[in-house]
């Protein structure tokens, strides 16, 4: 809070206790008083959020891409050539609503050095991160989204992470006129019976029973909001095992054949809700929670098939029928997307905490300055859908790495198909 506002408060809580003297006032008046001359004082405008960015040294780590996302929208921001150069880069400063909201920021860089004794020589660091705040009427949110060197780390994948950084400034601005008097010095009403006193008449006497103490205002920590929760496998109540995890973490049993939804208390924020339930794939959601209305959330149920399409092997995952992309496009081709309730499963059960989606070309689908951009943009596309199934963006990140890794000879149309492809990768458990 600037000085001056904290100033002009403190001579309001003074001028009160003043006026108190003179004049008992109950505490609803003296309240009302205060907040009517904050308002006088301060000039409330809109919530406003600012977005920054530091990059690492460009000698060292090339740029390659840059995306951020506000509430689901892009974000337009400078070229990659402007935001590699040093120093902090304003992406982008608007006024917002007053409320919460999501920032989803990719970044990718590469190995600049290009030393052939080098681990991480022409390696391609896809980073992808998530973050909720609040904005508020005369506040200035400011993220910095940052890039950072973990020289510690033993795996080259994770040499390099996103961060964000949030602050906060006043943007209410004290008025320019006159302060308000305080209370005790302004003018009494006029009054045909009052009689003119050189000193201050005598303190009114005491009441003889203290006011009973108001409770105190319930914080947002304190409040509550409900969650109601049904597992249904065709339209049926099943036994499942449901855990709740944001501001509060909570794990609650859901039975079989009940009548009502489980109720879940928890305080409100953002959360990730996982279901598991015996003979069915597990599923995850992502909820935001506030207001006084309880939340309805249902998840219908799918059997567990007995064949697997997705399988760990060492630090990747296999998929048994991979989704296949037409030439030149991003999105795969619907069919061939039945291995992501598994994939959903498999992350919702294990220890997996994230995994990276490698995009690929075959080598004639596109111009080769173009197919590394179209191979980041399938791996995005994938990347998407598991989002859209209610796995944490923070969960996965994208590369696309062009036709430089084939999977067969590009020599027939079977081949470039093949090589036309995505490839998950695991990269913490």
Request: proline fraction near 11%; aromatic fraction near 4%.
């Amino acid at each position: 809070m600037d000085s001056p506002l904290k100033s002009a408060m403190l001579m309001a809580l003074l001028s009160v206790g003043t006026a108190h003297a003179a004049a008992p006032a109950s505490p609803e008046q003296v309240r009302a008083e205060l907040d009517r001359q904050l308002r006088e004082m301060v000039d409330t405008t809109p919530p406003e959020v600012k977005l920054l960015f530091v990059g690492l040294d460009p000698s060292v780590y090339k740029l390659v891409e840059v995306h951020f996302t506000l509430d689901g929208q892009p974000v337009d921001v400078p070229s990659v050539e402007e935001l590699a150069r040093p120093g902090t880069h304003v992406l982008a400063s608007r006024q917002v609503a007053d409320g919460p909201h999501t920032l989803v920021s990719n970044i990718v860089y590469m190995d600049a050095s290009w030393s052939l004794f080098s681990q991480t020589s022409g390696f391609l660091w896809n980073m992808t991160s998530t973050l909720n705040f609040q904005a508020q009427r005369g506040l200035r949110v400011n993220v910095k989204a940052a890039s950072l060197v973990v020289p510690e780390a033993k795996d080259a994948r994770l040499k390099v992470k996103l961060i964000h950084d949030v602050t906060a400034e006043m943007t209410a601005k004290l008025d320019d006129g006159t302060m308000p008097e305080p209370i005790s010095k302004r003018p009494a009403p006029p009054d045909a019976g009052a009689v003119a006193h050189a000193t201050p008449p005598p303190e009114p006497p005491k009441p003889s029973r203290e006011p009973e103490p108001r409770p105190a205002p319930v914080t947002p920590q304190q409040q509550k909001v409900r969650l109601l929760v049904r597992a249904l496998a065709s339209r049926k109540p099943v036994e499942a095992t449901l855990s709740v995890r944001g501001a509060t973490a909570q794990k609650v049993a859901l039975k079989r054949g009940a009548k009502a939804p489980a109720q879940v208390e928890v305080a409100p924020g953002d959360y990730t809700v996982d279901l598991i339930a015996p003979g069915f794939l597990a599923q995850t959601r992502r909820v935001q929670l506030s207001g006084s209305k309880p939340t309805p959330l249902d998840f219908t149920l799918v059997r567990a098939p007995k064949k697997k399409l997705v399988t760990e092997k060492g630090d990747r995952l296999e998929l048994e029928k991979p989704p296949r992309f037409p030439e030149g496009v991003a999105v795969p081709k619907p069919a061939t997307t039945t291995f992501l309730p598994q994939l959903v499963d498999l992350l919702v059960r294990g220890p997996i905490q994230r995994i990276r989606i490698e995009g690929h070309t075959d080598n004639k689908e596109a111009p080769q300055d173009s197919r590394q951009k179209l191979s980041a943009e399938r791996a995005r596309a994938v990347a998407e859908l598991l989002v859209r199934a209610g796995v944490d963006p923070a969960r996965v990140e994208t590369v696309g790495l062009g036709d430089t890794r084939p999977k067969a000879p590009n020599f027939t149309p079977g081949g470039r198909e093949l090589n036309r492809r995505v490839e998950l990768v695991i990269l913490e458990r």
